[in-house]
T-cell receptor, first 116, second 109 residues
Framework: NAGVTQTPKFQVLKTGQSMTLQCAQD?????MSWYRQDPGMGLRLIHY???????DQGEVPNGYNVSRSTTEDFPLRLLSAAPSQTSVYFC???????????????FGPGTRLTVT | DQQVKQNSPSLSVQEGRISILNCDYT??????FLWYKKYPAEGPTFLIS?????DKNEDGRFTVFLNKSAKHLSLHIVPSQPGDSAVYFC????????FGAGTRLTVKP
């Protein structure tokens, strides 16, 4: 098993550009999520999904879109990048328990994004 | 608002001694708590967890304590080893998962 994979590892964008961060997992996990990590702020939840076709907003969703067409993939789209979106982005996946939010999550290695 | 707080950004201890990492939370609806460990250029990895119905959980050198009345949890590492040097995040589960800002632990040989 590859676990949770993320591409790219690094990305530099200009303000206003768009891009998609890719995330895939091969553990058949229902729950997938995106976090951003900023200094002094810890990990903040952007969007999450409890299964294919179902997504919802987390703590800091503005400026990001997601979709979940398959169990395995959960891409994160930045429609018009802003310098405030400079961050490290982590994708995570987990089994669901009784239909509720996840317990232990498996994280990908992260994507370091810089917006100039 | 930060519902989960780790007020110590860093902690340095000597190899073989105890490391105590602290975490406070504000939301009484959190019912499950976790600690994650993160090395540079890697994603966080799960370390240990505790349900709100317990006050202690042990796994080898790692013990997590939960004080619900004080809304406080702590992670004890005994004995500390240089390989434990990493950033430790506490997390709390309610309707979703909330993380603290992390504490960087350095264990000196």
């Amino acid at each position: 098993n590859a676990g949770v994979t993320q591409t790219p590892k690094f990305q530099v964008l200009k303000t206003g550009q768009s891009m998609t961060l890719q995330c895939a997992q091969d553990m058949n996990h229902e729950y997938m999520s995106w976090y951003r990590q900023d200094p002094g702020m810890g990990l903040r939840l952007i969007h999450y999904s409890v299964g294919a076709g179902i997504t919802d907003q987390g703590e800091v969703p503005n400026g990001y879109n997601v979709s979940r067409s398959t169990t395995e993939d959960f891409p994160l789209r930045l429609l018009s990048a802003a310098p405030s979106q400079t961050s490290v982005y982590f994708c995570a996946s987990s089994l669901m328990t009784s239909g509720r939010a996840p317990y232990e999550q498996y994280f990908g290695p992260g994507t370091r994004l810089t917006v100039t | 608002d930060q519902q989960v707080k780790q007020n110590s950004p860093s902690l340095s201890v000597q190899e073989g001694r105890i490391s105590i990492l602290n975490c406070d939370y504000t939301n009484s609806m959190f019912d499950y708590f976790l600690w994650y460990k993160k090395y540079p250029a890697e994603g966080p990895t799960f370390l240990i967890s505790i349900s709100s119905i317990k006050d202690k959980n042990e796994d080898g050198r790692f013990t997590v304590f939960l004080n619900k009345s004080a809304k406080h949890l702590s992670l004890h590492i005994v004995p500390s080893q240089p390989g434990d040097s990493a950033v430790y995040f506490c997390a709390a589960k309610g309707n979703d998962m909330r993380f603290g800002a992390g504490t960087r632990l350095t264990v000196k040989p």
